[in-house]
């Protein structure tokens, strides 16, 4: 099950992202077809054959509306990710007026 | 989810940027990096279990805040306005901390554990290796449960309880609400919000992750804020209303003339009706939000953005129009609840308890969290909801005053009081009475030409706008009104000097 605040990192590429809203189902997420793991979790950077998107920027939030899943890029890298099979869409909301 | 993550995305983001800048000092969000690993190192070297800092806005206070997030441990900003003995006794609690502070008696009790403001920046900026400085391996940094910040409350009502943060709800409120790197080169903001308050961490949090330039101002004159404005190009602000008073006061009647400001927002305590609409007139061009929240909730819950200012001043319809004095919408990530006595929803758009939930929502004190079962937190705020999801808050639960069975809230009462012209500052308080189990008291300062104004003429002006059983059965006329940095009225001491006063005219003529 997913968390709210759990990082999870692709075992293959620089890709990193933490979970902003978790959704209450079991999903499976993958980096170009690679199963995310544990950011503390052995990785071996091989890359992914070439996806055709831009990967994941920095600072990106991602979501897939049919799962209730929302997360971070923290860390960006080649990849696409996606959600059961689904490719992950750059969330597009309105930004709130600046407060602080 | 932690801050670490957040200043590691900034310095890879945009590292070179300034990050923050005050009196000729600055740091880039690169340097910020460096400063929150070295300042981990010393809190490990010397066994510190908490990092306190006690001055005003300086590059110190990030630095501190994100060296102890690396550190694992939490950050304490103290009020440096504060006596000694009342420093003395929140540090109490604290024994192990490392001190962060201007204060001179700081340093003679515990020289090994405090650090000046200016010594403590000068050895994050130095990373030579040093005999003094022995390596202490791999850091544990601060993650997703553990305690970010300790804020102590203003306390306005009684002693100050330490209000938790943790990570998570710091983040989450972040992650939600900022969009990172969505700062232009040449965007600025100015910072005059105190050090020790949600809203100056807030404020410093969510820059950061936008990639803002932070420039603070120590002092805050009216004077001194406008002439920043215009020699930084500052394109976003934040001010309590008493400030936001001062400034209107200042302008008389002028433009502000800070063209480069795009952004003012306001919060920390209620806005007054007259001055809002003076600052929207002096400040043509530039965009008001009212931003609500409490230490409890991470800050910001509710925004009242430019376009609901815009909407509501050029309204005809009264509804609309009153939108002005409330704190706006509920922002998406938060849930709101008005709730009656029996703990209810209120029907309709009747007033009752404000209970929020959310991620960014601690609503947690030293050894107890005071969220219910399903993860709601009771605000301790009256208020009401309209048709529109505009929320409208009358003031703390603890201050309604109850006069012959009748709920009335002093707000509502001030709100009118305020709008009189000679009315400078205004408070209402209820006075224990035998009869009526509270009467209603007013204690107002006056403008300097108001001479005037008479007890009874305000009680008229209350009447005509309210009704009679929310007219003030006496008013008090006092050269100023207590109010703590942010604004907020003391009202315990008001009340407590009130009472006091008035018990000794009792004795006088009896």
């Known amino acids: 099950m997913l968390k709210a605040g759990l990082r999870l990192a692709c075992p293959h590429c620089t890709t990193e992202v933490v979970v902003v809203r978790a959704p209450a189902d079991d999903v499976v997420l993958t980096c170009s077809e690679s199963a995310l793991v544990g950011v503390g979790s052995a990785r071996e950077e091989t890359g992914h054959p070439t996806t055709g998107t831009d990967g994941m920027l920095l600072g990106k939030r991602y979501v897939d509306e049919s799962a209730d899943l929302e997360l971070l890029c923290t860390k960006a890298g080649p990849g696409a990710l996606a959600c059961d099979g689904r490719v992950l869409g750059i969330r597009g909301a309105k930004p709130l007026p600046s407060s602080d | 989810m932690d801050l670490n993550l957040l200043l590691d995305m900034a310095v890879t983001g945009y590292g070179d940027r300034t990050a923050v800048s005050a009196g000729g000092d600055a740091l880039t969000y690169a340097e910020l990096g460096r400063a929150a690993d070295l300042g981990a190192r010393l809190v490990r070297r010397i066994g510190a279990d908490a990092v306190i800092f006690v001055g005003p806005s300086h590059p110190a206070y990030p630095a501190a805040l994100f060296a102890s997030a690396a550190a694992g441990v939490p950050f304490i900003p103290l009020n440096y306005r504060l006596g000694r003995e009342q420093l003395q006794g929140l540090m109490a609690a604290h024994p192990k901390a490392l001190v962060v502070s201007d204060e001179p008696w700081i340093g003679e009790d515990m020289p090994e554990r405090a650090r000046s403001l200016r010594s403590y920046l000068a050895n994050l900026r130095d990373d030579r290796p040093s005999p003094d400085k022995p390596d202490v391996g791999p850091l544990s940094p601060g993650q997703s449960d553990d305690v970010a910040v300790v804020l102590y409350t203003s306390g306005t009502s009684g002693t100050p309880k330490a209000a938790l943060l943790r990570h998570r709800n710091l983040a989450s409120y972040v992650f939600t609400t900022v969009e990172f790197a969505n700062a232009s080169d040449e965007e600025a903001a100015l910072v005059t919000v105190p050090t020790y308050h949600i809203a100056g961490l807030a404020n410093l949090v969510s820059n950061l992750y936008a990639g803002r330039r932070i420039v603070y101002l120590e002092a805050f004159d009216p004077q001194g804020w406008l002439e920043m404005i215009r020699s930084e190009g500052i394109t976003q602000a934040m001010v309590v209303p008493t400030m936001l008073a001062r400034v209107i006061r200042f302008l008389d009647g002028a433009d502000a003339r800070v063209p480069t400001l795009r952004t003012l927002a306001y919060g920390g305590s209620r806005m007054p009706i007259p001055v809002l609409e003076e600052a929207l007139a002096r400040f043509a061009d530039t965009d008001f939000v009212n931003a609500y929240g409490l230490t409890e909730t991470s800050s910001t819950i509710a925004l009242l953005g430019p376009d609901d200012h815009r909407a509501a001043l050029t309204s005809n319809e009264p509804g609309a129009r009153a939108r002005l004095g409330s704190v706006g919408r509920v922002i998406p990530s938060v849930e709101v609840e008005v709730r009656d006595d029996n703990g209810a929803p209120t ?127 006496l008013v008090a006329f006092w050269p100023e009104l207590p109010r703590t940095a942010t604004g907020k009225l003391l009202r315990r001491q008001i009340l407590e000097d009130l009472s006091s006063t008035l018990s000794a005219e009792n004795l006088a003529t009896s």
């Open chain 2, 347 to 473: 029907a309709g758009q009747l007033p009752g308890l404000i209970f929020l939930r959310g991620d960014q929502v601690s609503g947690e004190y030293a050894g107890e969290s005071v969220l219910d079962a399903d993860g709601w937190f009771p605000t301790g705020d009256r208020g009401w909801l309209d048709d529109e999801g505009y929320l409208f808050i009358e003031g703390r639960a603890d201050d309604t005053i109850i006069r012959g069975g009748e709920n009335v809230s002093p707000a509502e009462i001030e709100d009118v009081l305020m709008a009189h012209p000679a009315v400078a500052d205004a408070a209402v308080v209820g006075l224990s009475d035998d009869e009526w189990g509270q009467r209603i008291a007013a204690v107002v300062s006056i403008d300097g030409d108001g001479d005037a104004v008479t007890s009874d003429v305000l009680r008229e002006w209350v009447r005509d706008h309210l009704r009679s059983s929310k007219t003030p059965d």
